[in-house]
């Protein structure tokens, strides 16, 4: 299975791999001085605590290109598995600190995610809550269109094609 780059850029932001290291010091409550005060969120110590090795397929940080701060998270639940049509598939996960939020971060971020995963032949799908409007609309902006119905949270599960 082919790897992604160990940082991702877009035309903003730098999407590097959040290392072990510093996944283990966020969780014992350590920051690093280049994260937002309200980074890291409680939905990204939970991406943190994900990570069990070296992989490209685990969380990044979204970090700001003019400055270097860091104001929220993106990446992968895993590394591609094949779905029910034999398509390797992964699933994202996306979040800002309220102060980043409204100015199209999300969706610059997330299209650059779509781009990599185009690049390697890996389709992607999410999960978000119905009532989640602005999420809903970043998907939609990028492409992911397939709806395939609710999970067992009751969250709505989209793909790109």
Same mark, same amino acid.
């Given at each position: =299975?082919?790897? &992604?780059? +160990?940082?991702? /850029?877009?035309?903003?932001? %730098? *999407?590097?791999?959040?290392?072990? !290291?510093?996944?283990?010091?966020?969780?014992?409550?350590?920051?690093?001085?280049?994260?937002?005060?309200?980074?890291?969120? /409680?939905?990204? &110590?939970?991406?943190?605590? =994900?990570?069990?090795?070296? /992989?490209?397929?685990?969380?990044?940080?979204?970090?700001?290109?003019?400055?270097? *701060?860091?104001?929220?998270?993106?990446?992968?639940?895993? +590394?591609?598995? +094949?779905?029910?049509?034999?398509?390797?598939?992964?699933?994202?996960?996306?979040? *800002?600190? !309220?102060?980043?939020?409204?100015?199209?971060?999300?969706? !610059?971020?997330?299209?650059?995610?779509?781009?990599?995963?185009?690049?390697?032949?890996?389709?992607?799908?999410?999960?978000?809550?119905?009532?989640?409007?602005?999420?809903? %609309?970043? *998907?939609?902006?990028?492409?992911?269109?397939? &709806? %395939?119905? +609710?999970?067992?949270?009751?969250?709505?599960?989209?793909?790109?094609?």
């Amino acid at each position: =299975m082919s790897e &992604l780059p +160990p940082v991702i /850029s877009t035309n903003r932001f %730098r *999407l590097p791999l959040v290392s072990r !290291e510093e996944a283990a010091a966020a969780l014992a409550g350590s920051r690093a001085p280049d994260w937002h005060e309200d980074y890291p969120r /409680s939905d990204d &110590l939970d991406a943190f605590s =994900m990570i069990k090795g070296d /992989s490209t397929w685990g969380p990044r940080h979204i970090v700001r290109v003019v400055d270097g *701060l860091v104001i929220g998270s993106v990446g992968f639940y895993g +590394p591609p598995a +094949p779905h029910d049509d034999g398509v390797l598939e992964v699933e994202i996960g996306y979040g *800002l600190v !309220e102060y980043a939020r409204g100015h199209g971060v999300a969706t !610059e971020v997330v299209s650059g995610l779509v781009a990599a995963l185009d690049a390697v032949d890996v389709r992607v799908r999410a999960r978000t809550e119905p009532s989640n409007a602005p999420s809903l %609309r970043v *998907l939609a902006k990028c492409g992911f269109t397939v &709806l %395939r119905g +609710p999970d067992e949270d009751g969250n709505l599960v989209v793909s790109r094609g």
